[in-house]
């Protein structure tokens, strides 16, 4: 059963503060993925990685970074927080590239931004 | 470029009732297809999913989609929908890079 971790589920923060959002796969996948879930917006893709150290840029990149040291573990930076990072971030993982992989969900975060 | 658009934002039934959600997606080329749920206070998991073949995919909990090539389209159904489904469903587009393109959702309420 593959599980995907993340490293809060409700997280306060002030503006201008950095935030680190933290998130673990137990299944060996190679991509994970970073997004932020808002109410009438879907998903959005921030952030997603192919392989330790690779990153690429999603569909709103703007005011994140991530991190991929190691294969299980993919972090994302928010450098200087703002109250329109205010948010629901969703980790996910799929086992490697390719269109037919189901990307598997972590419980999510709620980041409140002060 | 690639966009998922899902009709209904909210949507109110009673039990028993049938469901059908509707989703339309915007893709030149070979479309895998998704459909999401979350249930309240619950990660988000793959319904059921298409990829080629049969186009009517049989997911979990009874649940059904259609893909219609010609109308883009890749409607979720549920003859009798149950207290228990009450949660909210998502479209999703992959492209050939394994990227996820999701809708904006649906919020189902299914009343006793």
């Known amino acids: 059963d593959v599980k995907v971790t993340q490293s809060s589920r409700y997280l306060v923060k002030r503006t201008g503060e950095k935030v680190f959002l933290e998130c673990v796969q137990d299944m060996d996948h190679e991509n994970m993925f970073w997004y932020r879930q808002d109410p009438g917006l879907g998903l959005r893709l921030i952030y997603f990685?192919?392989?330790?150290?690779?990153?690429e840029k999603g569909d709103i990149p703007e005011g994140y970074s991530v991190s991929r040291e190691k294969k299980e573990r993919f972090s994302l930076i928010l450098e200087s927080a703002s109250t329109n990072q205010t948010s629901m971030y969703l980790c996910a993982s799929s086992e490697r590239q390719g269109a037919g992989n189901e990307q598997y969900f972590g419980p999510g975060t709620r980041l409140t931004v002060t | 470029a690639q966009s998922v658009s899902q009709h209904n934002h909210h949507v109110i039934l009673s039990e028993a009732a049938s469901l059908e959600l509707g989703c339309n997606y915007s893709?030149?080329?070979?479309?895998?297809l998704f459909w999401y749920v979350q249930y309240p206070g619950q990660h988000l998991q793959l319904l059921l999913k298409y990829f080629s073949g049969d186009p009517l995919v049989k997911g979990i909990k009874g649940f059904e989609a259609e893909f219609i090539k010609s109308k883009f389209s890749f409607n979720l159904r549920k003859p009798s929908v149950q207290w228990s489904d009450t949660a909210e469903y998502f479209c999703?587009?992959?492209?050939?890079?394994?990227?996820?393109?999701f809708g904006q959702g649906t919020t189902l309420q299914v009343k006793p």
């Open positions: 990685s192919y392989d330790v150290k690779m990153k």
């Open positions: 999703a587009v992959s492209s050939n890079t394994g990227k996820l393109i």
């Open positions: 893709y030149g080329g070979t479309v895998n």
